[in-house]
């Protein structure tokens, strides 16, 4: 086992990946330990494979991992989690704008005895408005309905150790958002901040598409609300409707005109509707226990263990 995998997720970076590799590699050798870079190719079309193909020939210590086709960033990582030999790893993305040099400052907290490291971002250069919106709605809103305690404004540059890596490939689910497993797994965490500079070179290659892909990925499999969001409907039209009946029955006790029957016509609605979204719930929650049955997740996980054998 290595000291430290650096795993690098790419889709057409050509223009990164050797400016990548000279910056991280003088870094990594200052340390005087054992290290190893994992470059994912998820399917580019660009010269990508055969640049990192060139860097492997060159140096033995990186790797490189071709996708059959473009599966993604999430699942770049997980492939570079799953191949990762070192004692602590680092998934950093190929075009610099996480800076190596906070990746040194993730080691010393490591070294300190926190099991992951989140890159806390302050300012994030190079992004437009509408990105950095949807992006502080969506997480704010990711925590509220997941009950997860996510950290705000981090992405996936982070430090993990060994330990929280084989919790985080333990879990069963397909669909993966990893910055919400490794909040749901647990451990000893803690930040280092730091500013996001513009990318080196190439585009951003993180389409809206994607963007609403990986948002699903990150609702769905972490939470039974939307599952649940009918019987909730279900109880308040129900109340609604009732304290309608109610109104309209003393209304009519005291003489006063609302309406005539006409009136009626919106609490029988809406009671008759809370009765469909309640059944329409209850059949939900049977529904989610049963997805999280599938779902396979470990009842809890061990940090650590003294004079057990595993």
Known sequence: MVKYSIIVPAYNEEKSLRLFYDAVTPMMEGLQEEYEIIFINDGSRDATKEILDGLAEEDKRVKACHFSRNFGQQAALLCGLQTARGEAVIAM?????????????????????????????????????????????????????????????????????????????????????????????????????????????????????????????????????????????????????????????????????????????????????SVVLLCQGAANIHTAMIYKEVQNRPKYIVAERKNIEE
């Open 93 to 273: 993305d190929a075009d610099l704008q996480d800076p190596p040099e906070v990746a040194l400052e993730m080691i010393e907290k490591w070294k300190e005895g926190y099991d992951v490291v989140h890159g806390k971002r302050k300012k994030r250069k190079g992004e437009t408005v509408f990105k950095k919106a949807t992006a502080f709605l969506y997480y704010r809103v990711l925590r509220k309905i997941t009950g997860l305690d996510m950290p705000k404004d981090v992405g996936d540059f982070k430090l993990y150790d060994r330990k929280v890596v084989d919790a985080i490939l333990s879990l069963g689910e397909h669909d993966r958002l990893l910055r919400a497993q490794t909040t749901w797994v647990g451990f000893k965490q803690t930040f280092v901040e730091f500013d996001r500079p513009e990318r080196v070179a190439g585009e951003t290659h993180y389409t809206l598409k994607k963007m609403i892909n990986l948002a699903k990925s990150g609702v769905f499999p972490n939470t039974d609300y939307t599952l649940t969001l009918p019987i909730k409907l279900g109880l308040g039209l129900c109340f609604m409707s009732v304290a309608c009946f109610i109104t309209f029955i003393v209304l009519s006790c005291v003489g006063v005109w609302f309406g005539g029957l006409t009136a009626w016509l919106f609490p029988t609605v809406g009671l008759i509707a």
